[in-house]
């Protein structure tokens, strides 16, 4: 069973960036597909980018394209989010997310969050304005 550990996340001013870190542990990481998920304080907790298990194929939310870039390592287990032009509404709680339908990201449900069965524990992101 792969277990999920985010890491990276801190304070930062509007316009800084921040690489988030999500550390997989057991064997089969490279056969999940992955993605980050956001909540911040009484909201849903929302789709922000989806990685194959090769890393070829990528999705991300219209509100971090261009923003955001969401890499995986397989030969370290880990998956990466690098946020870049961050903004105030970015203020969150970032999850990892793993599902073992390795072929989730082809699907038209990459987003949701009753796709993914392993969940991190989050990490906190607020940027300041």
């Known amino acids: 069973q792969v277990q999920l550990v985010e890491s990276g996340g801190g304070l930062v001013q509007a316009g800084g960036s921040l690489r988030l870190s999500c550390a997989a542990s057991?064997?089969?990481?490279?056969?999940?597909?992955m993605g980050w998920f956001r909540q911040a304080p009484g909201k849903e907790r929302e789709f922000v980018a989806a990685?194959?298990?090769?890393?070829?194929?990528?999705y991300y939310a219209d509100s971090v394209k261009g923003r955001f870039t969401i890499s995986r390592d397989n030969a370290k287990n880990t998956l990466y989010l690098q946020m870049n032009s961050l903004k105030p509404e970015d203020t969150a709680v970032y999850y990892c997310?793993?599902?073992?339908?390795?072929?989730?990201?082809?699907?038209?449900?990459?987003?949701?969050?009753?796709?993914?069965?392993?969940w991190g524990q989050g990490t906190q992101v607020t940027v300041s304005s």
């Open positions: 997310a793993g599902s073992k339908k390795s072929f989730l990201v082809y699907s038209r449900t990459y987003y949701a969050t009753n796709e993914y069965d392993l």
């Open positions: 057991g064997r089969t990481f490279s056969s999940y597909a």
């Open positions: 990685i194959s298990p090769s890393g070829a194929i990528i």
